[in-house]
């Protein structure tokens, strides 16, 4: 088992930038596929990034590609998501998840999450 615990959300303006941070505890992350998934309100939870156990493959969905770069270390047990240019659409509460599967880009199949954190995009 792991605890996932995100920070670094919060208010910023249209075109900014924001990284968001999730510290892993109870266990390791180096023997799992990490994800950042996000939900909006009234919306249902979409993938938003993730990022394979080893080599640096990542995945994206085509609304986020190119602005948003996810990485791990291992080592300090910690993920991270930078996003870059910012929209209003990207406003939502932002999770950290962890999977037994190398990379994947579906919810149902992470098996640890954090809370989450909220990033608030203003026009």
């Known amino acids: 088992q792991v605890q996932l615990v995100e920070s670094g959300g919060g208010l910023v303006q249209e075109g900014e930038s924001l990284r968001l941070s999730c510290a892993a505890s109870?266990?390791?992350?180096?023997?799992?596929?990490m994800g950042w998934f996000r939900q909006a309100p009234g919306k249902e939870r979409e993938f938003a990034a993730a990022?394979?156990?080893?080599?640096?493959?990542?995945g994206y969905p085509e609304s986020v590609k190119g602005r948003f770069t996810i990485t791990r270390d291992n080592d300090k047990n910690m993920v991270y998501l930078e996003m870059r240019s910012l929209k209003p659409q990207d406003t939502a509460v932002y999770f950290c998840?962890?999977?037994?599967?190398?990379?994947?880009?579906?919810?149902?199949?992470?098996?640890?999450w954090g809370q989450g954190t909220q990033v608030t995009v203003a026009s």
């Open positions: 990022i394979a156990v080893r080599h640096g493959i990542t």
């Open positions: 998840a962890a999977t037994r599967q190398t990379i994947d880009r579906h919810a149902h199949n992470y098996d640890y």
């Open positions: 109870g266990g390791t992350i180096s023997n799992y596929g």
